[in-house]
């Protein structure tokens, strides 16, 4: 059977790990929940857009289609 705390006591890590480590803590990553934020303030920035060309089209009397 294998000895947890022996073969613990074994361990040395990768000094390329350490590195790789260190060069992901340096970098600013962006991860998926920033990118699902980032996608959902543009469709709402889009959605701002349309809403605010759609008000300016009533107040001078036009509809969406230019008429």
């Given amino acids: 059977m294998i000895d947890f ?3 613990v006591s ?3 890590p990768s000094m390329e790990i350490d590195r790789v480590e260190d060069t992901i ?3 600013k990553l962006r991860d998926i929940s ?3 934020i980032s996608l959902a303030r543009n469709m709402q920035e889009m959605q701002d857009a ?3 060309e759609k008000l ?3 107040q001078t009397g036009y509809d969406e289609y230019g008429r």
């Fill in 56 to 58: 300016r089209n009533l």
């Fill in 34 to 36: 920033d990118i699902v």
């Fill in 5 to 7: 705390d022996e073969e």
């Fill in 10 to 12: 074994k361990f040395q």
């Fill in 50 to 52: 349309q809403i605010a």
């Fill in 25 to 27: 803590a340096e970098e």
